[in-house]
């Protein structure tokens, strides 16, 4: 063999497997097809350090960067320490680049490809706005370096693009106009069952590759990072990565009964030292966990039960509302936004420059709302039905302030954000899209107590209403001034006061969204329409002014 052909055959044999999300071993096409390359193969696992993620924002509300709060951050890094411990159990490590200042990850990636002489790329398919648009630059290099490009569909149950086609051909070609199913019956009845995972457990991975003169990081402790005193903050008790991910999905399939029985949205918003969810929606939004493989980890455990739950209320209901969301936002464009968003009413939102931080901020006088909203900053997770309530109570139930903002701050601060479920879940409460009984209104006192008359969740969160006699924790404001002193805790002072009558801002509220769908409604033609989930709510049992739960719509939040 000559000189060029054994380069050739060398170049064949390296292969980069490029992590973003997917964070995991099992389950991974991506990393599966880029280990087969035969005896001479070569394996480079990649993940880029984005400094517009980490990069510390003295501006911002609350510790972190200006897109990540501390507590999802720290899930990433340790999600990624782990990942890399188990690829060096396998042989391997993962090699941590940091991406140019300017955040050019896709250009930091087609350097290496080029320096080390990558024959091959893998890397999971993405299909949020920005990363395709990343990922196009790096497939356009490849193709023009003869680099062959392996990207799977593997961080969903379904291929979204499949499925707006099969929905597309089901009734006559383009019948519907090139849009995607718009309710989660639709999407159910054409989606069928997911494909089955690859568990194929590996004994070694082929080497790593020379890397050459490529400063390769260490994964850095969030402590490094410049985020100030930290000190402060409660620590999440969720640990990210896939050994923690496994770990805890195997915990919540044990109770067979549990999880046979498991309806939401039913489920105790105020359990934080056992929530009462499986708290795996990180694991999948990060790719620590496979939604395919614990899909059928849950028909596993169906299959051994007399009788069980059924989408769309059912645990395995919930990974399906996962992909209608990602279907939904990747057919759709400008999914992120009020304007230019078909689907989405056009609603004449207010500007508040007070109201608006002190919900963000969890001063809005109404513990329950502040509990969660802390709760929120410090842990980077609530339950969905605390996220039900402060959404509701930022948009169409008290505020009236635009859910783009309150979608800013859980993107930032969730350690589960996922672009897709949170754009359509904060259109959803504020009934700007999929719902739309707008009058159905959380109430941000009602609605905790009848889960937590004690208030136990609000002392934890919001430690200065701790001796607040329980017959005013969710409104301080009415208590007697020598109750306020007993508890040492004066309204207006050490708490602040309700910053709207709840009463009052909630009807002006129902009257605003009724002049906004009056004189600005979506078409009547849409497909689907006529379907809305309106049609198969029902009212959970009654603890709020108007409850608007329904156990087939709803779910801010996926299985957990």
């Not at 959803?428 to 899209?433: A, D, F, G, I, P």
């Amino acid at each position: 063999m000559d000189a060029a052909a054994t380069a050739a055959t060398a170049t064949a044999a390296a292969a980069m497997v490029w992590f973003r999300k997917g964070l995991r071993v099992h389950d991974n096409p991506a990393l599966d097809a880029a280990r087969r390359g035969g005896a001479a193969a070569r394996l480079y696992p990649v993940f880029v350090l984005d400094p517009r993620y980490l990069l510390p924002d003295q501006a911002a509300p609350s510790p972190g960067s200006a897109r990540a709060g501390v507590a999802r951050v720290r899930f990433l890094l340790e999600s990624l320490s782990d990942l890399d411990a188990r690829l060096r159990r396998l042989g391997s490590r993962l090699l941590l680049l940091r991406a140019r200042d300017d955040g050019d990850v896709a250009g930091t990636v087609c350097a290496a490809l080029k320096d080390w002489n990558i024959g091959k790329l893998c890397f999971e398919s993405d299909t949020e706005p920005y990363a395709l648009a990343r990922d196009k630059k790096v497939m356009d290099f490849a193709a023009a370096s003869g680099i062959d490009v392996f990207s799977p569909v593997s961080h969903t149950l379904f291929d979204p693009a499949e499925i707006i086609e099969k929905f597309l051909f089901s009734f006559g070609k383009w019948k519907n106009g090139g849009r995607p199913p718009m309710t989660y019956q639709s999407f159910v009845a054409i989606a069928g069952e997911p494909p089955e995972p690859i568990m194929e457990e590996y004994s070694e991975l082929p080497p790593v590759g020379d890397t050459g003169e490529y400063e390769l990081l260490p994964v850095p402790r969030v402590e490094e990072l410049g985020y100030g005193d930290i000190s402060q903050e409660d620590l999440s008790p969720f640990r990210g990565g896939e050994t923690e991910a496994l770990k805890r999905m195997r915990e919540s399939l044990h109770d067979k009964e549990w999880v046979a029985k498991f309806e939401k949205p039913k489920g105790d918003p105020s359990a934080f030292l056992k929530p009462a969810t499986t708290v795996l929606s990180p694991y999948l939004k990060f790719g620590c966990l496979s939604s395919r493989y614990f899909y059928h980890c849950i028909q596993d455990v169906y299959r051994s039960t007399k009788k069980h739950t059924n989408p769309p209320v059912s645990l395995t209901g919930q990974l399906l509302w996962r992909d209608f969301f990602y279907t939904v936002a990747f057919g759709t464009p400008n999914f992120d936004q009020m304007k230019g968003n078909k689907i989405c009413k056009q609603i004449p939102w207010t500007e508040n420059e007070e109201l608006f931080p002190a919900w963000r901020d969890g001063r809005t006088g109404y513990p329950w709302i502040d509990a969660i909203m802390i709760q929120l900053r410090k842990w980077g997770w609530m339950h969905h039905l605390a996220r039900h309530s402060v959404a509701c109570f930022l948009t169409r139930g008290d505020l009236f302030i635009h859910w783009e903002k309150g979608r800013d701050v859980f993107e930032r601060l969730l350690i589960d954000s996922d672009w897709a479920i949170n754009n359509g879940n904060w259109m959803w409460l504020s009934c700007s899209s999929f719902f739309y009984q707008y009058h159905r209104i959380y109430s941000p006192t009602s609605f905790g107590k009848k889960y937590d008359p004690n208030g136990n969740y609000i002392r934890h969160f919001i430690p200065v209403l701790k001796d607040m006699p329980k017959e005013y924790i969710y409104e301080p404001w009415t208590a007697p001034l020598s109750i306020q002193k007993k508890a040492n805790c004066i309204i207006g002072k050490d708490y602040p006061k309700p910053v709207v009558d709840h009463a009052i801002a909630s009807k002006e509220c129902k009257k605003m969204m009724g002049e906004a769908y009056a004189s600005n409604r979506l078409d009547d033609d849409k497909p689907d329409k006529g379907k809305s989930s309106n049609s198969s709510r029902r009212k959970l049992s009654a603890g709020s002014q108007v409850t608007p739960n329904s156990s087939k719509t709803k779910q801010l939040k996926r299985s957990s």
